[in-house]
């Protein structure tokens, strides 16, 4: 079964102190992996899309790695206002455009 | 470009009612995404559109429909309402099948 989990459940940082949230998965046959951002009582915001183990993005502060069987989203000295729930999702070969989620990682940034 | 666009944004309903929610997608795009969103489940895949033909669908049970128009435009219906179908129900649009997903704002439901 294709799923999703994300490590770890909520996350608190003082600014300027960086860190890695992580997304594990079990697919069959990854066709993309994509990250997220929501704010309360908002719509996903779309971040990045990954296609193959080694591929990176970079945006602002944040930067997304994949390997085989996970993801990091990598964020280097963030702000409060990176404070949101970053979500993973996977999007297997034979299902179309349907998005597997994992639960979320809570961000908190503190000044 | 506009964004995905819902309405309506806020909706309270009562047991056995049914409802209707609309999802406008981003222009030029053709496939559309819908999804479920507790604080218990999380996000779950209801089902996709794309070319006016559902092209698959979630683990929800037949009470959950939908449909897309050919401006694609869609809309999801849900009959005989429960108390657990309170959620925020999210619309996302792509360019084509199994492309990058743009979400919209959402509607949340409430059932009273």
Redesign the interface.
Known sequence: EDQVTQSPEALRLQEGESSSLNCSYTVSGLRGLFWYRQDPGKGPEFLFTLYSAGEEKEKERLKATLTKKESFLHITAPKPEDSATYLCAVQARNQGGKLIFGQGTELSVKP | KAG?TQTPRYLIKTRGQQVTLSCSPISGHR?V?W?QQTPGQ????LF?Y?SETQ??K?NFPGRFSGRQFSNSRSEMNVSTLELGDSALY?C?S?PG??????????T?LLVL
Not at chain 2, 97 to 104: D, L
């Open positions: 995905v496939s995404s999804y999380g996000l779950q895949f996709e794309f092209r698959n979630g999210l996302a792509s099948r199994a492309e990058t997903q743009y979400f919209g704002p959402g949340r």
